[in-house]
């Protein structure tokens, strides 16, 4: 992603932004809430070696997780592409997996794992896979039809297409997946330290945080973003030098059109394949059944057992309590993100300063915010809103700023030619042009949303779904956790497909050569 | 008896040690080492300081086990690992293992490290909590999940619950600081100490002096354990003990080796002594000096099965054996 | 160049007819026989379904009913030999890679050896010569057209498949292409069956012109073309093919006349 405008912009909204953040320390001197670039640089030279050290730990185990998710999405969407009719399983399998709350699947992992970097690798894994499988399908099925049959008219199969053609047609979707990636690898990392680690990042935000030690809580904070950021750059610049054309269709995600009766089934398949899978692992992976509860236990807890109801009303309870947070924050990330980026398309000159500073507040990992919003914005509805709010935001942004340059320059020349103005070009051509990548960006929100919604319910408000499922976990209540699990992941992915529907209805009006 | 082994001079012989204990041999150190996970309930701190002594020191290795002190966090329960063997012993509380019993776990309790629980009501010197009736018309800050704790509390001093206001909050004292609440529920050891620290000066109401009984740091272990691996506890509680009675002689040394031993885990030194200090009056007793580190008394398991009512549990005594404890410091 | 690795096949098609899921008819049952070696064109008005009729010969499309036979046997066969090379309408060049780097690519996945030497050959004879390593982004429509061709024709096959080749490059090089690509097809003996909307080109390239009716596409006229070979530009502008070309245009306007519900010419 190039920014338009001057290229004085990012460091004139970086000095902004060290200035405002200073100035909020001196004001808030006595709250225990803020620490400034003073504080934190005097922090980082005092205890630069131990930061290091858990830096390089956190990093490590985040890179590992990075490589193996991206490999694992690889591999998923070979196999969707390869075998066209097994990719809505795949992929509806992979957000089941991608919606499980880390809040419940982290002891899990460490019980799986025994000590050492395991949970840390696999949360951050899971938090990658998802986000790169997506935009990989959409490259790799964005291809012109003629291209595959070109390939198809010299003898070749699927196979062939793949490699010589839809493998580096997908090239640009996957390195906007893997940026998108690189901070959500960072944050897994750090969740993954929860479960008990010795070092790491995560670590020692949990000591900071507890031992009210603000200009270290900052001074990680900082130095998370500043990561997260230099990996989101470092990949774009990789990008840029590996991509010889730009992009040939937008970055969208439209479902496969099929009948009705082949949705069902298909829906019917995960929901076959995630029970099997599910007591396959709890059985094959000799998991004692005092915490490793199938999908009986979860059905009996939930329906037959003589205090089902008193569980469900307790679940249902957390579930209101959460969706009060959700679904404005949701709804307020994507009005934002949308709106910044139609914003940025009128006045190309400000993107240089803002868009950094949008890359930033994303790419801070949550469970260093997540604190630090309640602190400033309070413990209520507001704080949990707004990090919502946050996570949906950035994603959209990237994609609608997407969506919005990707408008035919031909079609703009006709537009000129009309001497239409930016405005009656912008609402008549851009912003149509860019409901694809904007309904993308909303359903990969969903589980986003769902994530940062339960942290910071987990380690900040103490409401809700998040609530509910550390306390389960500390309380034993293992059948109320698994409970939490499926009804959160199922809702999830409800959500997502809900998204999904409306989509298909605007794609078919306005991207119907996304529709394959 | 050869000298003080540490730790690192005994890695790589442990593979022997299987065997020999299986075949019932005694364990002879610098040969036979079994390895054995003791789940924590925290992150590394002066929390487990005794532990740290025990492994440093070598006492665990004399006995012939290569013990791996594992972290717990925010998001590790202590029972998963002990339940599943990933940990031999774990260390919870009276009340979190009693929740796991029910929910089908089988463990007991072997030895009790803090016979007072850590629980207190923190407040500022302007708006003073001394004893529980100064609750009333109080806004107090903690975890909801922390519910029924001050439920038991109004409930065993007459308190009513619903003329104190309860706030949300986790993991920090800064709402206290910013006046958003009078007071917190929170550890002895934990946030007053980060109060403390920053030169915020507090009062803490200790629970357990207001009719709160509820053991804390529980050594707890499976019924299968203690049916088939009783060696191998004894030597992990007698290594506990001498750590323990080593810190009490000396808790400052102990937070300082806590530092030294885990130089990643961000710690400060003041911090650690604080916390080290504080916690000697929960843990060591007349109790203990008469009978020694983690004893308890048929009197104590019967206020312990009190409060857990309170807190809507119900345990039997027989979730506690002291048989291992026996041997320990009958040896 | 050597010899082609097949012989030109004959293509048989036998109540070849297409409808669309969707219900849309888009070929009538149509008889059709290209001999070996032969040129064809299939001349009818815009969307009549005559690329439709080329994808179902190429196998890339399954007939509704009736069946193609290429040398005798099913097209997928011959697509699995790489018997047979298409240029698409549309000349879907990979952005990719250069333009040797697009035939390299066809000839790779036809599994045929070629040197670069070879390739630059052909790129000269479509006009590409010093467009080697060039990127289809910069070239204009015509000139990837003509590289498109190039590649159609670089792996050699015994059935060559154009849809509308011509129809983005310039006339002046529309015509040095109608001079000179006969004249490698011919050299091989290629079975070419060529789809266009240029009466003139079709006259001046095939040995029979099949005049289609607009959509459903059935068979309205077979007109044989018995100009002699190889055809210079004096023939291609002589009376006889000038009369051949009034008689085209007629079969079209008859096609244009007569309902669609008529049944099959044959």
């Keep these: 992603m190039t920014p338009q405008g001057s290229r004085f912009g990012p460091w004139i909204g970086g000095l902004l932004l060290l200035a405002g953040w200073e100035l909020a320390d001196r004001l808030l001197s006595d709250a225990f809430v803020l620490a400034g670039p003073v504080a934190v640089a005097r922090f980082l030279m005092d205890e630069g070696a131990l930061m290091g050290r858990a830096l390089a730990v956190t990093l490590g185990n985040a890179a590992v997780g990075f490589v193996i998710g991206n490999l694992a999405a690889l591999a998923l969407a070979g196999v969707a592409v390869v075998w066209p009719r097994s990719e809505r399983v795949v992929t509806g399998l992979a957000l089941l997996v991608f919606c499980l709350p880390l809040v419940a699947t982290g002891p899990i992992l460490r019980v799986l794992f025994g000590p050492g970097p395991g949970p840390q690798i696999t949360l951050a894994a899971l938090a990658v896979y998802y986000t790169t499988l997506i935009p990989l399908l959409v490259g790799l099925r964005a291809v012109p039809d003629t291209w595959v049959e070109l390939v198809r008219s010299t003898g070749r199969g699927r196979l062939a297409v793949l490699v010589h053609v839809r493998a580096m047609a997908a090239l640009p979707a996957l390195c906007a997946g893997l940026q998108i990636a690189a901070p959500a690898a960072f944050l897994g990392a750090m969740v993954g330290e929860f479960t008990g680690a010795e070092r790491g990042m995560g670590v020692l935000t949990i000591r900071a945080m507890r031992a009210l030690d603000v200009p270290m809580t900052w001074s990680l904070a900082t130095v998370a973003t500043a990561v997260a950021v230099l990996a989101y750059l470092a990949l774009g610049a990789l990008a840029r030098r590996v991509l010889r054309a730009p992009p040939p269709v937008i970055l969208a995600a439209p479902s496969v059109r099929s009948k009705q009766g082949a949705a069902w089934r298909d829906v019917a398949l995960v929901a076959a394949l995630a029970l099997g899978g599910w007591a396959a692992v709890i059985g094959l992976g000799g998991l004692n059944p005092f915490f490793a509860k199938g999908p009986g236990d979860v059905v009996t807890a939930l329906v037959f057992a003589p205090d089902a109801p008193e569980t469900r009303a307790t679940l249902g309870a957390a579930l209101a309590e959460t969706a009060v947070f959700l679904l404005p924050g949701y709804a307020a990330g994507l009005a934002a993100g949308a709106g910044l980026a139609v914003l940025l398309v009128l006045l190309p000159g400000v993107a240089g300063t803002v868009l950094p500073l949008a890359i930033a507040l994303r790419s801070v990992p949550i469970v260093t915010t997540a604190p630090l919003v309640v602190l400033l914005l309070g413990r209520g509805a507001l704080g949990t809103i707004v990090l919502v709010a946050v996570m949906v935001f950035f994603p959209t942004l990237v994609a609608c700023l997407h969506g919005l340059r990707q408008t035919p320059g031909q079609v703009l020349d006709v537009f000129d030619s009309f001497a239409a103005g930016p405005v009656t070009r912008l609402i008549r051509l851009r912003i149509p042009a860019m409901w694809p990548a904007f309904f993308a960006a909303a359903r990969m929100a969903v589980p986003a949303s769902v994530l940062a919604v339960t942290v910071v319910e987990w380690l900040a408000t103490g409401s809700g779904m998040g609530r509910l499922m550390a306390l389960s976990a500390s309380l034993s209540d293992y059948d109320m956790l698994w409970s939490c699990v499926v009804v959160v992941s199922v809702l999830a992915a409800l959500g997502y497909a809900l998204v999904g529907a409306v989509e298909r209805r605007v794609l078919a009006v306005y991207a119907p050569e996304q529709q394959t | 008896m050869p000298g003080p082994l540490t730790r690192r001079t005994l890695l790589g012989t442990g593979a022997a040690a299987v065997g020999a204990t299986a075949l019932g041999l005694p364990p002879r150190p610098a040969q036979a080492q079994t390895p054995v996970g003791l789940q924590l309930s925290w992150l590394h701190s002066a929390q487990f300081a005794g532990s740290y002594i025990a492994l440093d020191r070598g006492w665990w290795a004399a006995r012939g086990l290569d013990v791996s002190l594992l972290p717990g966090g925010p998001n590790a329960p202590v029972e998963p690992p002990v339940v599943s063997g990933t940990a031999l012993v774990g260390v919870s509380a009276a009340d979190y293992t009693a929740a796991a019993v029910e929910q089908g776990a089988p463990f007991k309790i072997l030895g009790v490290a803090m016979q007072k629980n850590p629980f207190v009501v923190a407040s500022l010197p302007g708006t003073p909590v001394h004893e529980p009736a100064d609750l009333v018309g109080k806004r107090i800050g903690m975890a909801l999940a922390n519910t029924p704790v001050l439920q038991a509390l109004c409930q065993l001093n007459g308190v009513d619950i619903d003329r104190i206001t309860m706030v949300p909050t986790q993991y920090s004292a800064q709402p206290l600081l910013a006046g958003e609440v009078d007071c917190l529920l929170c550890w002895e050891t934990d946030l007053p100490v980060a109060m403390e620290r920053q030169g915020i000066e507090s009062l803490t109401m200790l629970m357990a002096d207001h009719g709160y009984v509820l053991q804390s740091q529980t050594y707890i272990a499976t019924e299968d354990s203690l049916a088939n691996r009783r060696a191998d506890l004894v030597a992990l509680l007698a290594g506990e003990v001498r750590g323990w009675e080593a810190y009490h002689a000396d808790p400052e040394a102990a937070a300082d080796l806590t530092v030294r031993m885990y130089p990643d885990a961000g710690l400060d030194p003041e911090t650690q002594r604080l916390q080290a200090a504080r916690q000697v009056p929960l843990m060591f007793s007349d109790l203990t000096d008469a009978h020694g580190f983690g004893w308890w008394t048929d009197d104590a398991v019967a206020a312990n099965i009190e409060t857990l009512a309170l807190l809507g549990r119900t345990v039997s005594p027989d979730l506690w054996d002291r048989s291992i404890l026996e041997e320990v410091h009958g040896t | ?266």
């Design chain 3, 1 to 266: 160049m050597g010899r082609d690795p097949d012989h030109p096949p004959a293509v048989v098609c036998t109540g070849l007819a297409k409808t669309f899921e969707d219900g849309t008819e888009a070929v009538r049952p149509v008889d059709l026989t290209v001999g070996a070696g032969q040129t064809i064109a299939l001349v009818g008005p815009s969307g009549c379904g005559k690329s439709t009729l080329l994808r179902m010969v190429a196998g890339l499309e399954a007939p509704s009913a009736g069946r193609v036979a290429i040398a005798g046997r099913p097209p997928a066969e011959t697509l699995r030999r790489a018997g047979l090379a298409v240029a698409f309408q549309d000349p879907s060049l990979l952005p990719w890679r250069t333009v040797r780097g697009n035939v390299r690519l066809a000839l790779r996945l036809a599994r045929r050896p070629m040197d670069d030497a070879d390739i630059d050959h052909l790129l000269a004879l479509v006009g590409l010569a010093g467009f080697e390593e060039t990127r289809p982004a910069a070239l204009s429509g015509g000139m990837r057209q003509r590289a498109a061709i190039a590649r159609a024709l670089s792996t050699r096959p015994g059935l060559l498949l154009l849809d509308e080749p011509f129809g983005a490059v310039d006339d002046l090089t529309r015509r040095q292409l109608a001079r000179d690509l006969p004249r490698l097809w011919e050299a091989r003996g290629t079975t070419t069956l060529l789809v266009t909307h240029s009466v003139s080109e079709a006259v001046r390239l095939s040995d029979r012109v099949i005049v289609l009716s607009p959509r459903p596409a059935r068979v309205v006229a077979e007109i044989a073309i018995g100009l002699p070979r190889p055809r210079t530009e004096a023939i291609g502008e002589s009376a006889q093919a000038a009369a051949l070309t009034r008689q085209i245009f007629a079969a079209l306007s008859d096609g244009m006349a007569s309902p669609a519900t008529a049944g099959p010419a044959s």
